[in-house]
């Protein structure tokens, strides 16, 4: 069974379009993250919920907006899409336990492609 | 804020050899983790090996190992016995201790991105 799933794989849309990329963890975790890889392979953190509220919310456009429905899902809606929006979007999620280097498991990421 | 640096973009070893990643960080805390993450071609992260600071003892992996330098900030990645599917990027990773907002986040270097060469 896939822990963290993300769909879709790849995404190739025209600039100004609205898309969304949905992410589920079934491993019963209370945090869960979207990051993303440019070109350059720099991953970079978004987002981070946790129990569904907002946790970090770093620089970033706000046609990027997170939702979390319950915690195991944390989707990724992108209005009016730029050429510079594209990149690898990867969701991720951890468990917070103090004192114990918890891991964080990422999806397989979505690459999208904006013409 | 914490800052991971990773100084060789890219890196080569030969199958069967010995090869090791470097990774530096700064941060003014005492308490944090360390990671290296693995990016094969088929994008998925796949956690390596941690570290935790209050540990002096070096983290060991199978095949992976780290040598923790906590004074030097160091934190560098040794492959031994490399393999054809050890070949990918490879990312380490920084993330407080503090069970605030700074624990929810890792910071990640640039990446070094690892051949292996049959």
């Known amino acids: 069974d896939t822990a963290v799933s993300q769909t879709p794989k790849y995404l190739v849309t025209q600039m100004g379009n609205d898309k969304s990329i949905k992410c589920e963890q079934n491993l019963g975790h209370d945090t869960m993250y979207w990051y993303k890889q440019d070109s350059k392979k720099f991953l970079k953190i978004m987002f981070s919920y946790n129990n569904k509220e907002l946790i970090i919310n770093e620089t970033v456009p706000n046609r990027f907006s997170p939702k979390s429905p319950d915690k195991a899902h944390l989707n990724l809606h992108i209005n009016s899409l730029e050429l510079g929006d594209s990149a690898v979007y990867f969701c991720?999620?951890?468990?917070?336990?103090?004192?114990?280097?918890?891991?964080?498991?990422f999806g397989s990421g979505t690459q999208l492609s904006v013409l | 804020a914490q800052t991971v640096t990773q100084s060789q973009p890219e890196m080569s070893v030969q199958e069967a050899e010995t090869v090791t990643l470097s990774c530096t960080y700064d941060?003014?805390?005492?308490?944090?983790?360390l990671f290296w993450y693995k990016q094969p071609p088929s994008r998925q992260m796949i956690l390596v090996i941690r570290?935790?600071?209050?540990?002096?003892q070096n983290a060991t992996e199978n095949r992976f190992s780290v040598n923790f330098q906590k004074a030097a900030k160091s934190f560098s990645l040794k492959i031994s016995d490399s393999q054809l599917g050890d070949a990918a990027m490879y990312f380490c990773a920084y993330r407080s201790g503090d069970t605030l907002a700074g624990s929810y986040q890792l910071t990640f270097g640039k990446g070094t991105k690892l051949s292996v060469i049959p």
């Open positions: 941060t003014s805390e005492s308490d944090y983790y």
């Open positions: 570290q935790e600071a209050y540990k002096q």
């Open positions: 991720a999620s951890s468990q917070e336990i103090v004192r114990v280097g918890e891991k964080l498991f």
